[in-house]
T-cell receptor, first 117, second 120 residues
Framework: AQSVAQPEDQVNVAEGNPLTVKCTYS??????LFWYVQYPNRGLQFLLK??????LVKGSYGFEAEFNKSQTSFHLKKPSALVSDSALYFC???????????????FGRGTQLTVWP | DGGITQSPKYLFRKEGQNVTLSCEQN?????MYWYRQDPGQGLRLIYY???????QKGDIAEGYSVSREKKESFPLTVTSAQKNPTAFYLC???????????????????FGPGTRLTVT
């Protein structure tokens, strides 16, 4: 069964400091991994995805994520946080096996990131 | 929020009434999805559709129904059988994997702005 865990409900960082939002996953086959961001009362916006290849994936707004197969993790990172990065972040996984569950994603519960000035 | 529209943004209904949430996309996407979001629970999949006139139940389909008569539209009906319908509802769409062509393509989902349903 596929699942995603985001172990921190809340992450607080000072502006200018690096940030990390953690995500671990469980799939039967190889994973496809995604990060989304949600601002209050809005839909989710796609940030980045890992399909194959380089373990470090770069995405929108200066975010990047590192895939670690041995630790089944896909942590989201940014070298220097901005106040405007404050939002709810979701990690999602899909099983890479062909035909698997018709491409549906499994989402974590979300991590609220707060960046203070 | 891309080319996906959801209407209305806020919806209020009395208990016992059915209500239909609209979702339209102009992205020419094959696949469409409905999620429910509750505080602290993330997104839970209600229904999804990979092609017109076909759809599958997600994890929490009880009390909901959908139709997919047109590629661009995927309305969700919240019926009176749904015991706790008050929530934020999100529609999404994506290109469908072209697996029948032997291509294992991977596409992200694009989300609409959501509809907040309150049932009293």
């Amino acid at each position: 069964a596929q699942s995603v865990a985001q172990p921190e409900d809340q992450v607080n960082v000072a502006e200018g400091n690096p940030l990390t939002v953690k995500c671990t996953y469980s799939v039967s086959g190889n994973p496809y991994l995604f990060w989304y961001v949600q601002y209050p009362n809005r839909g989710l916006q796609f940030l980045l995805k890992y399909i194959t290849g380089d373990n470090l994936v770069k995405g929108s707004y200066g975010f990047e994520a590192e895939f670690n197969k041995s630790q089944t993790s896909f942590h989201l990172k940014k070298p220097s946080a901005l106040v405007s990065d404050s939002a709810l972040y979701f990690c999602a996984v899909r099983d890479a096996r062909r035909g698997s569950t018709l491409g549906r994603l499994y989402f974590g519960r979300g991590t609220q990131l707060t960046v203070w000035p | 929020d891309g080319g996906i529209t959801q209407s209305p943004k806020y919806l209020f209904r009395k208990e016992g009434q059915n209500v239909t949430l609209s979702c339209e996309q102009n992205l020419n996407h094959d696949a469409m999805y409905w999620y429910r979001q509750d505080p602290g629970q993330g997104l839970r999949l209600i229904y999804y559709s990979q092609i017109v006139n076909d759809f599958q139940k997600g994890d929490i389909a009880e009390g909901y129904s959908v139709s997919r008569e047109k590629k661009e539209s995927f309305p969700l009906t919240v019926t009176s059988a749904q015991k706790n319908p008050t929530a934020f509802y999100l529609c999404a769409s994506s290109m469908a994997p072209a697996e029948h062509l032997g291509v294992n393509s991977v596409y992200e989902q694009y989300f609409g702005p959501g509809t907040r349903l309150t049932v009293t």
